[in-house]
């Protein structure tokens, strides 16, 4: 929108705002200039803040709610227990993100960055119910989580320094994969998410994706400035009006859903600290710090704020103090969305304030479960036609990093294909590992650890084992060769 200049009381005018980054108001025109605020530190009008939070609680609400629901089904819980824990899965991931985004002190990583129930954990959480019985399971998996929330919490100083390991080529290789490993999750959205739910699979579900996918398209192609950032939410809006006629929404949800539920701690029994169920998800919580570790380096380049080694450490510290209290409400291991991280680069909002919004609306949720039906009106499959482009935006911010980092070079080539594959088997091929122990198991099946871990492992191999004395030798131009500098005397 243009400047504009406004008439005040005494004959005179207030001079015009020019919109800062994102669109947000900056200083008034002809000021002396100032120390610019970065778009991730800008504070946003409350109706943007609102709507574009709304779209990040939107984009996740399916991932948060999703472990509670197959781990109560797998304890055997009643529905009303059931609706409590989707509850406190909802407060919790609220918690975590305003701690995310907000922080204090060396905790939070101050970044656009949403928290919620880490799914990684879903498995071996089931495991555990099978073998200590419906009475026991829950406070056995409280108290392994509360113990692996500490493992983050005091890892993280240490954790962090890996990232002299994630130059461009390893950032983009997982950046990218991210993104892959997450289309899967909205093709399933898209037949209707579950095979058991009505109507999985069929040709009104899959028509109902598509046409929310072309109405995000359409409304990003077609709608300017405010709106267009908003293109997404029109897309859920478009395709849940256009679920009813089909069959594929009701309010029934809305209808049986309290009003308001205080989140009751320990409700299903005080922790039970198991040796076996704390090693099996500890292991789980450094798969989740890998990834967090790699999401954070994905949104800082998005966001066009580095993730360096003291970021990565304070969000560190938030997901493991997220973690430990997340029980006391009855919640799960908290951890990165990466979806949301597409919400960013597909709307090109870098407000932490905007996602901290979407923090506050999920605690709201958690709080009042009727808001809670209210959002889960949106059918899956129209969650499938938005997560298509939500996760092929994730891809499509990888793919542009790796084009900046050195493909030129044969061993970043070998690099990337190598590390893709192994990322890719277990999406292609989900039981791939299931001979393998359960710990390897739990790395193995999550194609972001493992592709992660690869690209690692081969960047040490090409461009930290003898580097000095082959540049020494040969000379190198790869940027992602690390050079040794000579030390300050």
């Known amino acids: 929108m243009a400047p504009s200049t406004t008439g005040s009381n005494d004959g005179g005018s207030t001079p015009a705002r020019t919109p800062g ?83 204090f002190w060396r905790i939070g990583a101050r970044l656009p960055f949403v928290n919620g129930v880490s799914f990684a954990g879903v498995a071996p959480m089931i495991a555990i119910a099978k073998e200590h019985g419906p009475k026991d399971a829950l406070p056995v998996i409280f108290g392994a989580v509360i113990v692996a929330g500490i493992l983050c919490l005091l890892a993280a100083p240490y954790f962090c320094k890996l990232i002299r390991f994630f130059p461009p080529v390893v950032q983009g290789t997982v950046i990218t994969l991210i993104g892959v490993s997450l289309l899967p999750v909205a093709v399933n959205w898209a037949r209707g998410g579950s095979p058991d739910a009505p109507g999985y699979g069929s040709t009104k579900a899959i028509g109902l994706a598509a046409l929310t996918l072309g109405a995000v398209v359409l409304g990003n192609r077609l709608l300017r400035g405010f709106w267009q950032q908003l293109s997404l939410l029109v897309g ?83 997901d493991g103090l997220a973690t430990a209290v997340s029980p006391v409400f009855n919640g799960f291991a908290a951890s990165a969305f990466a979806q949301n991280i597409g919400l960013v680069a597909l709307t090109g909002i870098r407000s932490r304030f905007v996602v901290a919004t ?42 542009r990093t790796l084009a900046e980092a050195g493909l030129e070079s044969g061993a970043n080539t070998v690099l990337v294909s190598v590390s893709l594959g192994v990322g890719i088997v277990p999406i292609a091929a989900p039981t791939f590992y299931d001979a393998f122990p359960e710990a390897a198991r739990t790395l193995l099946h999550s194609g972001i650890s493992a592709g992660c871990v690869a690209a690692v492992l081969l960047n040490l191999l090409f461009h930290h084992l003898g580097t000095t004395r082959r540049a020494t030798a040969e000379g190198s131009s790869d940027p992602s060769v690390p050079t040794a500098t000579p030390s300050p005397s």
């Open 21 to 103: 980054p994102d669109g947000a108001p900056a200083r008034p025109a002809g000021t002396p200039p100032g120390p610019e605020v970065h778009p991730v530190d800008q504070l946003l009008p409350p109706v943007r803040l609102l709507t574009s939070g709304l779209q990040h609680v939107a984009a996740m609400y399916a991932g948060v709610v999703a472990p509670p629901l197959i781990v109560g089904a797998g304890v055997g819980l009643s529905p009303a227990e059931l609706a409590l824990l989707i509850s406190a899965s909802l407060f919790t991931a609220g918690l975590a993100t305003l701690l995310q985004t907000i922080g």
């Open 236 to 318: 859920l809006a478009v395709g849940t009006l256009l679920a009813f006629p089909l069959g594929l929404a009701d309010f029934g949800a809305v209808h049986e859903a309290r009003v308001f539920a205080l989140p009751s701690p320990f409700h299903f029994g005080a922790p039970i600290f198991d040796a076996a169920a704390i090693a099996s998800l500890c292991i789980v919580m450094v798969v989740a710090m890998t990834e967090s570790t790699a999401d954070m380096l994905a949104l800082g380049r998005i966001v066009d704020r580095e993730a360096d080694e003291k970021t990565l450490a304070a969000g560190l510290r938030a």
């Open 358 to 399: 979407g923090g506050g609306l999920l605690v709201l949720l958690g709080l009042f479960p009727v808001l809670g039906a209210v959002v889960s009106l949106v059918p899956q499959p129209v969650l499938g036609g938005a997560g298509i482009v939500l996760f092929g935006t994730v891809a499509a911010s990888g793919i």
